[in-house]
């Protein structure tokens, strides 16, 4: 991954080695030229909700909220990262989304449907069916990308890449907690006046002990925001592609993840301060 300080956007992370990678067929993936636009009805709850993910603008906004949701149309529902929509982009090519692109049909019981709509580089495809008639990798993307409706941020998990790779900038960490397959965490940052961007990042590969560890740490990119209120709120992180990760590593007998969520020391210019063991 290659990351550059913008004058208007902070840290602006434009390939991220996410899992297997981010190459694509389709030549390499640039975030401005990414749209993606779901729609999830359906499901034993009976959700009914559409969303975009502008890769220019780096933003998640509601387009619609009938049941189960809690956007309005128009709404920024979280503001992401370019690694963040790169490694979106990437996960949809490799399960053949341009090749794959038609109509499954099914509408049954409690099936989920989704309606994607997915374009980059004048390139666009259209999935319509549910999680039980789409090709599953296909589908396990689309139920990776619905947690953005919520708010919370899918974890990436980069074993190739170090802490000092991502963006820094300063904030101070409170509260932190994993529950289930969410991680929330309080942070408080200087700002006010522009979109921050943050990500959990698994860095540095699987350290083999028991239970097997990871190191982890949340990323700020503030913007170059040149308001100074202090702001203070909770974000959430989807820890489920920790899992699958794990899983991949050492197979579905897996079992505990340590997870070392780590701060980054501008003294020290490393990922060390304080150090908060979690277990998934």
Do not use: K
């Not at 019981?109 to 999680?131: K, M, S």
């Amino acid at each position: 991954m290659r990351c550059a300080r913008t004058r208007t956007m902070g840290w602006l992370c434009t390939v991220a080695l996410v899992g297997c990678g981010s190459s694509s067929p389709f030549g390499p993936i640039v975030t401005d030229d990414v749209s993606i636009t779901l729609a999830v009805s359906g499901g034993f709850v009976g959700q009914s909700y559409e969303f975009r993910v502008d890769g220019e603008a780096l933003e998640v906004v509601g387009v619609r909220c009938e049941a189960h949701c809690t956007f309005e149309e128009g709404e920024l529902i979280v503001p992401v990262s370019g690694a963040q929509v790169t490694d979106l982009a990437r996960r949809l090519e490799g399960a053949e989304v341009f090749s794959r692109a038609g109509n499954y049909g099914g509408d049954c019981c409690d099936q989920v449907g989704y309606d994607l709509t997915y374009t980059r580089g004048g390139r666009t495809a259209r999935i319509q069916g549910t999680d039980q008639t789409i090709p599953p990798a296909l589908a396990a993307v689309l139920g990776h990308l619905a947690t953005l409706a919520t708010g919370r941020v899918p974890m990436l998990v980069s074993p190739d890449t170090d802490a000092s790779d991502w963006p820094r900038d300063p904030y101070t960490l409170g509260a932190v907690e994993a529950e289930g397959m969410t991680l929330r965490a309080e942070v408080t940052y200087g700002g006010g006046c522009r979109a921050h961007r943050m990500d959990l990042v698994g860095w540095g590969g699987w350290m083999e002990s028991d239970p097997v560890q990871i190191n982890a740490l949340i990323t700020h990119a503030d913007g170059d925001d040149p308001c100074d209120a202090v702001v203070s709120e909770e974000r959430r992180f989807d820890l489920a592609p920790l899992a699958r990760a794990w899983v991949e590593a050492y197979g579905p007998a897996a079992g505990p993840i340590r997870i070392n969520l780590r701060l980054w020391d501008p003294a020290s210019g490393s990922p060390v301060g304080r150090v908060i063991p979690l277990e998934l």
